[in-house]
């Protein structure tokens, strides 16, 4: 899993830059054309990574594997990959499709990846979407 969860975040970059590369000057300042934001290669990651996670789940992972791929998105993959604002944003951003996958974990699990992602994400640089999965680890550490 964790070999298409990097191919997929290394495909993804490989685009934006090749979509970056191909940008005129100034497109996107000042409201004008689309810019790095509007790039088509965010969606299809998102939507990539989420039917990865959904092929995931349906697997039956152990607790352990579940960790290791929380682990890679939270905070392996937004070290690695750090590029654009328009990236960093959507690295953070599809936190949001892990939801389902914190209830895989054991308590075991949760309460690393709990205290590792309260100091990385700190409450007030959270997104709501991060807050709510922070919510959710803390309430998995306790569910054992």
């Known amino acids: 899993?964790?070999?298409?969860?990097?191919?997929?975040?290394?495909?993804?970059?490989?685009?934006?830059?090749?979509?970056?590369?191909?940008?005129?000057?100034?497109?996107?300042?000042?409201?004008l054309g689309g810019g790095p934001q509007s790039y088509p290669?965010?969606?299809?990651?998102?939507?990539d990574l989420e039917q990865l996670l959904r092929d995931f789940v349906g697997q039956s992972p152990s607790p352990e594997e579940v960790g290791q791929v929380l682990n890679y998105i939270y905070f392996t993959a937004p070290a690695r990959f750090q590029a654009e604002p328009a990236v960093d944003?959507?690295?953070m951003?599809?936190?949001?499709?892990?939801?389902?996958?914190?209830?895989?974990?054991?308590?075991?699990?949760a309460e690393?990846?709990?205290?590792a992602y309260g100091s990385t994400y700190p409450r007030r640089r959270r997104l709501p979407v991060q807050n709510?999965?922070?919510?959710?680890?803390?309430k998995r550490c306790k569910a054992d």
């Open 132 to 138: 709510k999965l922070f919510a959710a680890l803390q």
């Open 1 to 31: 899993m964790l070999d298409k969860l990097e191919a997929l975040y290394e495909g993804y970059l490989s685009e934006f830059r090749r979509l970056e590369q191909g940008r005129k000057p100034l497109e996107g300042a000042f409201g």
């Open 93 to 109: 951003a599809v936190h949001g499709l892990t939801l389902e996958l914190i209830g895989l974990l054991d308590a075991a699990q």
């Open 89 to 91: 944003w959507m690295l």
């Open 112 to 115: 690393p990846l709990c205290r």
């Open 41 to 47: 290669c965010h969606d299809k990651f998102a939507q």
